[in-house]
């Protein structure tokens, strides 16, 4: 990209740079801690980016209110240090979180799989300040946990990879850290019984923290350091075999120690009852080594694809090998969100007509993004995927909000 | 040139009653009285009402009044709180009542799509059955309808845990301004695009009609344990509440009361709470039975440390409801204190309910009014009820003055206008407490969007310099039925 890069003081320093390119015809490109510079279509060739490095500060933190208000640029994993402190942490595990910021992160609607049981950005998210290219900082919503003075138009920029302005400044919602937690893995020969006994709990009363079916093909895919790849006890050498063969299911707990112990106890008698091989409960350091590799989805892989489907319809794909696709798999069946990794070892073409075809299957029954591609394959098909029959309210949208085009031309859904 | 008005009216009667039959369009002078007002103060006259019967007849009506240049006001039940379905700018009320159908539960997908005029409650029970429930409960909810919710993305006790309308919306059918229909969001989350269902809900009906919502559900939790908690002293209430929250509990719901409202109560309802206690709390915790216990421990313990004179569990779900028939009808029994009373909604963040509540107590004093308070404690959303007599002038101005103060004094405590109710018309004017007016021209800009002609619920929301005069203290409002509660 551009050798330039405009790095603002604040954020009425960033309209104020907004308005320039706006008058010059120019495109600014908002960049955060760029993880995820490969979202969406490609940026125009002339964007000029435009950081939040400068904006990193906490704003305002009272922690018994159990909300805090960050500027944009601040690390995701610097604000969840400085949250779990004071016991405090914001319930998100977006993957890939090393390196990114709040505002990324909040653009790029990267959640992950707590969001069935704590909520996503958009429920977490309070208020913002945001640049707009007309030279104007306005903000929407505030800090407290309900509130209803006036439009969310927040919302409006989570999820818009920054094509409606510069986030700046957001209010977020925040937990006390949970008392416990525990994680439960199981391995099934077939995905199809994986499945079942995925949806059995995330029907349940159980109140797991995430519900997730992981499918690999080499030793321990997901990094998930299981105690049995160290020690190499046979029969847990086993488990590892089976995340190979079959599917692996990943249910996580996080509350108090006794609810916790009756999850574990349930979905232990839950895949006994169904023929489910292997099962292991993971606790203390190994718990911990296995959450943040559960959180941390290898996206380092040749492409991601995430399908956003309801709970049923992702259950019946992940059952059904996402027909036949291939590749690794991580499905959070609480939320219905499908993430398909592929290496590069697949070529562009069978990786364009992979995407083609799930997409005509689902029909307007999901979304299926490619988050991540090779160039070869973002010019055979749209990333995005057909346009949504709201598509003209949110080029109006856009048009209100930015008539100058400046903020990522071209990047987001049908090239808006 | 545009026509007279009553031509234009006419000609709007005709085409309705074309589309939806005469049976279905209204405009005598009684007619339109009965759609003249809501739960507020607030009174206006529509020109004309009709009742649709689909979604088409929806976009039919609002195309009607649109070609004359006439605005369109949606109405729910006509519970809400801050004017919202009181066409100021007359036109042509569209009463959604008739549009009441459950169209699809799906409980593998937990999902719900219901008609707009659905009551909140219709839907909750229709899911309980099946062990199921949809979360947000206003306190309305045997009466409001789930557009109303959408429209004013409304709250409840159990908000505190489970999040308010907009967390459990997942799209909506709408019939915009053009008369067109779209459909926002989808059945799934993380639908393609902008969020466009996150700023629909909440926009008071002014970006179109609501005329299908897809609602998410949820298992019903597996226990439930209620408790009241009794104090001396306003204070260790106010301060007991902030300390659940700050000790990392977060209930179901945390309610709050006072005195007046505590002694209210006993006298006509009997609900067993101490009636020489200065406040209590009623508090409920809900999920694996395995957990209950040591929740009601820790918040016992917790509010008997802040000076909780007593802790009440309740041991029969009998008495459990009785705890909650006392909250549920608290507004019931402030009514017969005094004729009339102005309900506030604020906001404030939840270590600041204790200097707030000290303002709110202040202006009581300082105006010579009797102020009450019942409310959702947990999430800082205050409902003071200024209670007055609407013959008595100088006491209804009074009662102006003060709540101005006492939204003053939210908005400075870092908190906002409206926690629930919306803004409508009862506080456009006071939007510009909290926001510049670069950050309600971007707001504009997003309305202008779904409604460039602006005849979407016009003079809501924001600013429109008018006195409060206009809001008149006549009519039915301000004394909802007995059987629903704030
Ligand atoms: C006793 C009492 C207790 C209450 N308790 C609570 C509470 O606990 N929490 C809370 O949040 N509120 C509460 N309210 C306020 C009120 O009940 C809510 O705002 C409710 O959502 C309004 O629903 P309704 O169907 O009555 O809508 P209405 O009052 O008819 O309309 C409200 C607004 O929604 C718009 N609207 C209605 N339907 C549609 C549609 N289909 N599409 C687009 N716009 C539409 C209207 O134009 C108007 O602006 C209470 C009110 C009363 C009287």
Known sequence: MSASELAPADLAQAARMAQEASVAGRALAPRGGNTRGWMGRPSRPDAVEISTRRLSGVVHYEPDDLTVTVQAGIGFHDLQRQLGAHGQWLPVNPPAAAGATIGGLLAANACGSLRGRFGAWRDLVLGMSVALSDGQVVKSGGRVVKNVTGYDVHKLHVGALGTLGLIGQASLKILPLPQERRIVLASFASTADAVHVACDIAGSRLEPAAVEILRGRTDDPFGLRLPSMRAGAPGEWALAAAVEAGACLAVRFAGAEPCCARGVRDVRALVAASGGAHFAELLAADCDAAWAALDDLPVGAGAVLRIAATPGTAARLVSEEVAGTGGRMVADVVSGVVHLLWDDAVGPEDMAGRVERLRSGLGQGASCVLLKAPPQVRERVDVWGPRPVSYPLMLAVKRALDPGNVWNPGRFVGEI | ?486
């Open chain 2, 1 to 486: 040139m545009s026509p007279p008005a009553a031509d234009r009216v006419r000609r709007l009667v005709e085409s309705l009653e074309g589309v939806l039959g005469k049976r279905w369009v209204f405009h005598r002078d009684e007619e339109r009285l009965a759609y003249s007002y809501d739960a507020s103060l607030a009174r206006a006259r529509p020109d004309v009402v009709c009742l649709p019967g689909s979604t088409a007849e929806v976009a039919a009506a609002v195309r009607a009044a649109v070609r004359e240049g006439l605005p369109f006001v949606a109405r729910g039940a006509g519970t809400g709180i801050a004017g919202g379905s009181v066409p100021v700018a007359g036109g042509l009320v569209i009463g959604l009542a008739r549009l009441n159908r459950i169209l699809e539960i799906d409980l593998a997908d937990r999902y719900a799509v219901v008609e707009p005029g659905v009551v909140n409650l219709t839907l909750d029970q229709a899911l309980g059955q099946q062990g199921y429930c949809y979360r947000p409960d206003p306190s309305s909810q045997k009466v409001c309808t789930l557009g109303g919710n959408v429209a004013n993305n409304s709250g409840g006790p159990h908000c505190l845990a489970y999040g308010v309308t907009a967390n459990h919306i997942l799209g909506v059918e709408v019939v915009l301004p053009d008369g067109s229909v779209t459909e926002l969001g989808a059945r799934h989350v993380d639908p393609l695009g902008y969020d466009l269902t996150g700023v629909f809900v909440g926009s008071e009906g002014t970006m179109g009609i609501a005329t299908k919502v897809v609602c998410r559900i949820a298992r019903s939790a597996e226990g439930v344990r209620t408790m009241l908690a009794s104090y001396a002293r306003m204070e260790d209430a106010a301060a007991s509440v902030s300390a659940i929250i700050a000790a990392g509990i977060v209930p179901a719901a945390l309610e709050m009361m006072d005195g007046p409202i505590i002694r209210a109560v006993e006298e006509f309802i009997g609900a067993g709470y101490p009636v020489d206690a200065a406040a209590v709390l009623l508090i409920e915790v809900e999920g694996l039975g395995e957990g209950l216990d040591g929740a009601v421990r820790s918040i016992e313990s917790i509010c008997k440390a802040r000076g909780a004179r007593q802790v009440r569990v309740a041991d029969s779900e009998a008495e459990r409801q009785r705890l909650w028939a006392g909250r549920k009808g608290a507004l019931g029994a402030v009514a017969r204190l005094k004729p009339r009373y102005y309900l506030h909604d604020g906001v404030v963040p939840r270590t600041r309910l204790l200097s707030v509540l000290q303002a709110i107590a202040d202006a009581a004093a300082r105006h010579r009014l009797t102020i009450v308070n019942v409310f959702h404690a947990g999430d800082g959303n205050l409902h003071p009820l200024i209670l007055f007599d609407p013959a008595d002038a100088d006491e209804t101005h009074r009662v102006h003055v003060a709540g101005e103060e006492i939204m003053r004094a939210c908005v400075a405590s870092g908190g906002t206008l409206s926690g629930e109710h919306g803004i409508g018309l009862e506080k456009n004017d006071m939007m510009d407490w909290v926001y510049s007016p670069e950050d309600l021209e971007a707001m504009q800009r997003v309305r202008s969007a779904f409604d460039p002609e602006g005849l979407a619920n016009p003079q809501k929301v924001f600013p429109a310099r008018r006195g409060c005069a206009e809001l008149r203290a006549d009519g039915h409002g301000g004394r909802p039925a007995g059987e629903m509660w704030i």
